[in-house]
């Protein structure tokens, strides 16, 4: 039951070490394009990886898969936590038991893990959200976000940022809506369509839960009004590539988000072996190179902003 | 359980056929399986000369086989007219419906049957009576080569049974095969050709009705003497327990009924389909409350708001339609016995399982119930065992007003005495009975006074030695035959 | 009058809504914003007129919403891989056709309840498809939106298709003698029986009959986009659901009509819009939606307690 | 007189035999396939994790047996979370008093949905779908979806996650209230007339029983029992949020239902719900710690599919046994006596 030892980067040595990577949600291709990243590090240090999840956002499955891996025995635990106090309790308790914690895409509360790995902070994600909108539209004019539910914490967590943003920067600017698209394409596509008529003055869209960036370009498209209303949002290329070249949709924010499965379970590895510690200033990240740490933050570097130039260099 | 042993039946063209036997002689069941409705596990049935198997009901149809159910096998959702439609089309999924065709054959046929009920009406609003006439006018639409009535009697009066009656002569006369089901021993001797018996799902004979007589009929039925007779009254009646002046309810279609009802006392309530009789019971159970009018009960006046109020007030209602309102089916027999006794049987709401039982089986000893047991669910009787289950939970409430509404409709005469002998037996030790009969001979041999009613309201009031014609005619409406 | 009463009162409702939208939110009226309203509530039109002919029946499918996005993803699947639409939409009908038969079967062929066997076939389906198509969108070529159509000219096709089928449907209900059968089944399945309907080929023919509309109204769905979005379909069996229920189809069956399902969703789906037009936030749109289930069902509860009361 | 039948064909003639016979399998199997499964901690994780619903199927069980459905629990159990958050953060009422409002608001809720079923005479379904969106449209509301409270006071976190006796606290509050059903639906004439009720409502109504007044105790015995699982829920997961219990409403239909009870109403026991319970949180903890399985990364998809799978087969079993115990007993009556009056 106590700390497996010999979980270094050579399986020869020692029991094989076991981590487990717990995603948001699962069915969703956010997190399938993580896991993919983080299976190829698993396969490159020789250890077993378990992947589960909600199979829609929900906190209280994610607590439950969280205490039925510290029953299964794991060496470590990354996770990307839906909701930062609703989980951080399990997590503590894991680490009570010996069980290593990093967290990665969300974080938890900083007592609950050792390193968060991250892509970009709450704070990173509001303010580039909110400087890009304000410069596709000239830092003046209407806007609405769409967002996935209501009650999802870490887009209510952008939303603050996005908003104080505003308030401190953007004085000419107007967030007029929020709407739910419940994490669906075609309803982001009917909310878009509602907001475009019920705000003429509406310049620009941001569509912070992927499946709405697509959802609101098309709407944008069929209005007729692509290059008037500027869509932006936290999506992925693949999904995009085609709003993005017709000059639908301005700009798409993401980090590559295979990476970020590849750095997590490399950095949760290293937690668990003990070759990451606090204090460090580096980490080296095999194949993709090393990273920089600042405090508890392993960073992945920050968001990218892909646009027509770029995007086809990216394919997931 | 097996219901039918076997079996061996045949029918002539242009004959009445007709089957009788004690309730849950498998009458209804033989039925069943000459409708396709039930699959037999063996025999063999031929329909004009040519064997049949795997008969479904689609087939027997188109064999010419039509039949009026004991139970309404109506679509209460859809109209009058679509009902009969429904029975009558060819069932081709992508044909057309005509509805203006529809409309007139219904009108058509219900005229024929002297029904007045018009076809646009849906079922559900229909009485259980008028619910009969449309499946006879039904079977009679049909056109079919054989003909089954199911006890079609079982909720008519006097009028409609003659009309009835009309119709199946008229089959007769155009060659069709009539197989008719009743316990009314008269109405067999008024119609049918030959007479089948059925006892315990085995045939027990079939001889000419003009061979046999009443006596006779009856041993065959129960292979034993049963007396026919009326058991004589024996009380004289008490105190005022019931009274009603003005009662009425709107929604019931009952108006300004007043009406006294002694301790000991048989009262019996006559009237056409549709007169109210139920209506009133209803009323006074608390189902459709009252809305003008007053119940007073032994001298106090009762606000009968719902049938517990009517309960605890000392009321029991012994309900015309068993199978929906009388016993649950499903439930065991004792279950169904304490139904109404609760909160006394159950103080503070605790299930005294043995309690129970023990009184369960002593009202099925007390009423001859033929039964496994008292676990076993009422679904599993027959019907006139199912009425005694209904007349026991209500027995057991010690009510001081009992209301019996068709207490032996569908009862065979052996249960059909018994019933009666009850009956008595609770009016001698100073129940006070309202009993709603159709059956004119039961009404005038139990009662100790008759109640006619009409059109929602008494129309007239009669001593219990009336003759059928007085009673007929006060419920007619022709006052001046009635004081005659 | 008296008949109609409850699709009237939900027209009532609806122009009410319309008359306050006129008032305060002319642009609601738009036609490019209206026409894409409409299209959009095409596929759940569609699938509604099949949950209909299904609760008339005194079933439920709450599966239909799971069948959706397998359809969709079988018809995704096969447009990206350049089969023409026609076979697209017949495999795809066909799909749900087969799921709707599995659960026709069950119910009708095992006599098992139907809310039960839907639920979790809605359960084995959603998991299969998260398991199979691990939520990724399916990019469709250019031919395939709007059948290759102008956008104007293809959403009007969609509308119009489902008003067809519609009008058919409705046409097909009072009738055909099979649509009289499914009110006569629903009503009391021994009596059809003994009336010489088979009420086990009805179940499931209505079940099959859903089933091969999902698949539709997935094709309809998917022509509207360039992606296929493999959640679509959430939440579609309360859609059609509260559709029927607020257009005065009777969850006991036997009783219900589609023109007033047709009003009913118009009704619902003008809600949430709405709510933007007039500048509602959006947090209120559940507890609204809500209310307006209940005031419908309550609406017509007290009606027809006076009606007894009379 | 009946004979009585073998004990084992008996037995195995009740859903609920077959339900403990798959639950023996289950854990069995897990023990022998699964890692750690046979542990203190992973059992009090599955009564902890399965707690809430379980308590949801409990009440659910009494509403279908009088032949209703109750689709708002999930819902209610949200806003409930909510309204204790906003009793304990905003209005700042001490924890046990805010904790006794939340019971009695939630039971006022299930008075509602039981208030128009019976005063309207309206359809369970119906009604309870429009509150389902109703009690979430208000917890949505009310926190604007956005908040969350937290900071909950620690004697009252402990209902999450102490233990007595080794057994989790919700544990033994689910064993209360099991039991406290059980009597109710078993041992009282309440049990008596939801049965009554469920076969035939007005062959209940003839026979004097108060069928309104026992339907609409049902749902206000499920509202006040979702608002106790708002609480357990809340203890446990440390924050009240509107999201709360959503998608648990056919979690429990599908507990009971699994558990023989007849969504038709009339026939079902608490004790089929309770297993129906055990079984499904046994599975789908158990599926997750198999390595093959947790390797895959599919445990909660496998899960979920299963339990519908299961909820198939328990059913469509129970069917065909059925059929098969007819036509045997059909080739024996012969030999069986005839019901005769017991004299
Ligand atoms: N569904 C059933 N399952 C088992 N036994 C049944 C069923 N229905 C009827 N029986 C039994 O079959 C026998 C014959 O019943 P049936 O209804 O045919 O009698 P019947 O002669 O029509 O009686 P009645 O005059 O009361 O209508 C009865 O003993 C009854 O208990
Ligand atoms: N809401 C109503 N409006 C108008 N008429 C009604 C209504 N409800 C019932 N009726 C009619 O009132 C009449 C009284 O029916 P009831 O059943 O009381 O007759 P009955 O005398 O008991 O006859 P039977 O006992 O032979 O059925 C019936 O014709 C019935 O259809
Ligand atoms: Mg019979
Ligand atoms: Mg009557």
């Known amino acids: ?294 405090g508890d933050n392993v960073l992945l570097g920050k968001p990218f902003i892909f646009n027509k130039e770029n995007i086809d260099g990216f394919d997931f | ?439 004119l001979p039961e009404v005038l041999g139990m009662s100790d006074r008759i109640a006619v009613m009409r059109g929602g309201t008494i129309a007239a009031m009669l001593p219990g030695h009336s003759d059928a014609h007085t009673v007929m005619a006060a419920a007619l409406g022709q006052p001046g035959k009635a004081a005659a | 009058m008296g008949k109609y009463f409850r699709e009237l009162s939900v027209a009532a409702a609806l122009v009410l809504l319309l008359v306050v939208l006129a008032g305060i939110a002319p642009a609601f009226f738009e036609l490019q914003p209206l026409l894409s309203r409409l299209t959009a509530q095409t596929p759940a039109l569609i699938v509604a007129v099949g949950m209909t002919l299904v609760i008339i029946c005194r079933q439920i499918d709450i599966s239909v919403g799971s069948q959706f996005g397998v359809c969709a993803v079988v018809a995704g699947l096969l447009a990206a891989a350049g089969l023409p639409l026609s076979v697209v939409l017949l495999a795809s009908m066909a799909a749900g056709a087969a799921m709707g038969a599995l659960n026709g079967w069950l119910v009708a062929g095992l006599g098992l309840p139907s809310i039960v066997v839907t639920l979790a076939t809605m359960v084995t389906w959603q998991e299969a498809l998260r398991l199979f198509q691990q939520g990724k969108f399916i990019n469709l070529p250019a031919g395939v939106q709007w059948f290759g159509l102008a956008q104007q000219r293809g959403q009007l096709t969609l509308i119009a298709t489902a008003v067809v089928l519609l009008t058919c449907a409705a046409w097909a209900m009072k009738n055909l003698a099979a649509g009289r059968h499914v009110y006569a089944v629903g009503t009391d399945a021994e009596a059809a029986r003994l009336a010489g309907i088979n009420p086990r080929g009805i179940t499931l023919g209505v079940f099959i009959l859903l089933g091969a509309l999902a698949g539709l109204a997935a094709t309809l769905n998917i022509v509207q986009s360039p992606q296929v979005d493999p959640k679509a379909g959430g939440g579609l069996e309360l859609k059609a659901i509260a559709a029927a229920v607020v257009g005065g189809v009777a969850v006991n069956g036997g009783r219900g009509n589609l023109w007033g399902v047709f009003v009913g969703l118009l009704l619902l789906a003008t809600i949430n819009p709405a709510l933007t037009y007039l500048h509602v936030e959006a947090y209120w749109e559940k507890a609204i939606q809500g209310l307006v289930i209940l005031l419908a069902v309550v609406a017509d509860g007290i009606r027809s307690r006076k009606g007894g009361a009379k | 007189m009946s004979q009585p039948a073998p004990f084992f064909k008996t037995l195995l003639a009740r859903p609920e035999a077959v339900l403990l016979f798959v639950l023996v399998a289950e854990l069995v199997f897990f023990s022998a396939v699964g890692r750690n499964f046979n542990t203190a901690d992973n059992f009090a994780n599955i009564v902890r994790h399965s707690a809430e619903i379980g308590l949801l199927a409990l009440v659910m069980m009494p509403i279908i047996l009088t032949g209703g459905i109750d689709l708002s629990v999930g819902s209610l159990l949200g806003l409930c979370a909510v309204l204790f958050g906003v009793f304990t953060h905003e209005w700042h009422i001490a924890t046990p008093l805010a904790a006794a409002l939340t019971l009695v608001v939630g039971a006022a809720a299930g008075g509602l949905n039981g208030g128009l079923i019976t005063g309207l005479r309206l359809p369970p379904l119906i009604v309870t779908l429009g509150t389902f969106s109703l009690f979430r449209g208000l917890a949505e509301a009310i926190t604007k979806g956005t908040m969350t409270y937290k900071d909950f006071s620690p004697a009252f976190l402990a209902l999450g996650h102490e233990r007595a006796l080794g057994l989790p606290y919700q544990g033994w509050l689910f064993i209360a209230i099991a039991v406290a059903i059980s009597v109710l639906v078993h041992r009282t004439t309440f049990g008596r007339s939801f049965q009554a009720i469920g076969f035939s409502p007005e062959g209940a109504r003839y026979a004097g029983l108060p069928v309104q007044r026992r339907i609409a105790t049902t749902y206000v015995l499920a509202g006040f029992v979702a608002a106790l699982a708002a609480l357990v829920f809340t203890a446990r997961l440390r924050q009240a949020r509107a999201d709360a219990g959503s998608g648990y409403e056919l979690q429990a239909i599908t507990a009971v239902v699994l558990g023989g009870t007849s969504i038709f109403g009339g026939v079902g026991t608490v004790g089929g719900t309770v297993l129906g319970v055990a079984c499904v949180a046994v599975l789908t903890t158990g599926l997750k710690l198999i390595p093959a399985i947790a390797l895959q990364g599919i445990g909660s998809e496998l899960g979920s599919l299963l339990t519908g799978a299961l909820l198939i087969f328990a059913l469509a079993g129970g069917v065909l046994a059925k059929s098969l115990a007819a036509r045997r007993a059909r080739r024996q009556s012969l030999a069986k006596p005839q019901p005769q009056p017991i004299t």
């Not at chain 2, 849950?24 to 069943?32: F, M, R, Y």
């Not at chain 2, 279609?253 to 019971?281: P, Y």
């Open chain 2, 1 to 439: 359980m097996r219901a039918l042993k076997e079996v061996s039946f045949d029918l002539h063209a242009g004959e009445v056929h007709a089957l009788l036997g004690e309730n849950g002689a498998g009458k209804s069941t033989l039925i069943k399986v000459i409708t396709g409705a039930h699959q037999p596990d063996g025999g063999r049935i031929t329909v004009g000369g040519v064997e049949v198997s795997q008969l479904t009901p689609a087939r027997a149809r188109a064999l010419g086989i039509a039949c009026i159910y004991q139970q309404p096998a109506l679509f209460p959702d859809l109209s009058v007219a679509e009902n009969i439609a429904l029975r009558l089309e060819k069932t081709s999924a992508w044909q057309r419906v005509r509805w203006a065709e529809i409309a007139r054959r219904a009108r058509e046929l219900l005229q024929r049957i002297g029904a007045e009920i018009d076809p646009a009406t849906e079922v559900r609003e229909l009485s259980m009576p008028e619910q009969q006439l449309v499946e006879i006018a039904c079977a009679l639409g049909a056109g079919a080569r054989i003909v089954i009535m199911d006890e079609p009697t079982a909720s008519l009066t006097q009028k409609e049974q003659h009309l009835l009656f009309a119709v199946v002569r008229e089959l007769r006369a155009q060659g069709v095969g009539v197989i008719y089901i009743s316990h009314r021993l008269e109405e067999i001797f008024a119609l049918a050709d030959r007479v089948t018996v059925l006892r315990d799902g085995e045939s027990v004979g079939t001889n000419p009705v003009a061979a046999i007589n009443e006596a006779s009929l009856i041993r065959m039925m129960v292979g034993r003497e049963v007396s026919a007779i009326y058991p004589p009254a024996e009380s004289a009646p008490g105190e005022v327990v019931l009274a009603l002046c003005g009662v009425g309810c709107a929604a019931g279609g009952v108006r300004d009924v007043s009406l006294e009802v002694r301790a000991g006392e048989i009262m019996g309530l006559a009237g056409l389909v549709g007169a109210g009789r139920t209506e009133l019971a209803r009323i006074l159970f608390g189902i459709t409350p009252a809305d003008s009018g007053e119940i007073i009960l032994h001298g106090r006046r009762v606000a009968v708001a719902s049938p517990r109020i009517a309960v605890a007030a000392g009321i029991a209602y012994v309900p015309e339609d068993r199978r929906r309102h009388g016993v649950i089916l499903e439930m065991p027999i004792a279950a169904n016995m304490t139904m109404a006794i609760h909160p006394r049987l159950f103080p503070g709401a605790w299930l005294r399982f043995g309690a129970e039982r023990a009184l369960a089986l002593d009202y099925i000893r007390e009423l001859a119930v033929k039964t496994f047991g008292p676990e076993a669910p009422g679904g599993s009787l027959s019907g006139g065992n199912q009425q005694k289950v209904a007349l026991a939970r209500w027995l057991a409430t010690q009510p001081k007003l009992l209301i019996l509404d068709e207490p032996t409709q569908g009862v065979d005469v052996g249960a059909k005495g018994e019933i009666h002998k009850i009956i008595r037996r609770l009016a001698k030790d100073g129940l006070a009975v309202l009993m709603i009969s159709s059956d």
């Open chain 1, 1 to 294: 039951k106590d700390a497996p030892s010999g979980g270094s980067n050579n399986s020869a040595g020692g029991k094989k070490m076991t981590i487990a990577l717990l995603p948001k949600s699962k069915g969703n291709q956010y997190f399938a394009t993580v896991e993919k990243g983080a299976r190829a590090a698993a396969t490159e240090l020789g250890a077993d990886l378990l992947y589960d999840g909600p199979t829609n956002t929900d906190p209280a499955k994610q607590n439950e898969i969280v205490e039925g891996w510290v029953n299964y025995g794991v060496t470590v635990i990354a996770a990307a936590c839906e909701n930062k106090e609703g989980i951080s309790a399990a997590l503590k308790a894991a680490q009570d038991k010996g069980i290593k914690v990093v967290t990665y895409d969300s974080d938890t509360t900083t007592d609950a893990r050792s390193f968060f790995v991250n892509q970009a902070t709450a704070e990173g994600i509001g303010n580039t959200l909110m400087d890009e909108a304000a410069r596709l539209t000239g830092e003046e004019g209407d806007f609405a976000i769409i967002t996935a539910t209501l009650t999802a914490s870490n887009m209510n967590e952008w939303r603050k940022h996005i908003e104080a943003r505003l308030k401190e920067k953007y004085p000419k600017m107007k967030l007029v809506d929020t709407k739910p698209c419940d994490d669906q394409k075609d309803k982001a596509q009917q909310e878009a369509t509602n907001l475009l008529s019920a705000y003429p003055n509406l310049k620009c869209l941001m569509a912070i839960c992927s499946p709405a960036v697509p959802g609101a370009a098309e709407a944008v498209k069929q209005a007729g009004k692509a290059g008037a209303v500027k869509v932006l949002g936290l999506g992925l290329p693949s999904e995009n590539k085609a709003y993005v070249k017709d000059g639908v949709t301005q700009s798409v924010i993401l980090w590559k988000v295979e990476d970020l499965g590849y750095l997590t379970i490399k950095a949760a590895a290293a937690v668990a072996a003990g070759s990451l510690k606090a204090g460090a200033a580096e980490f080296d990240a095999g194949k993709i190179g090393k990273m920089e740490i600042q």
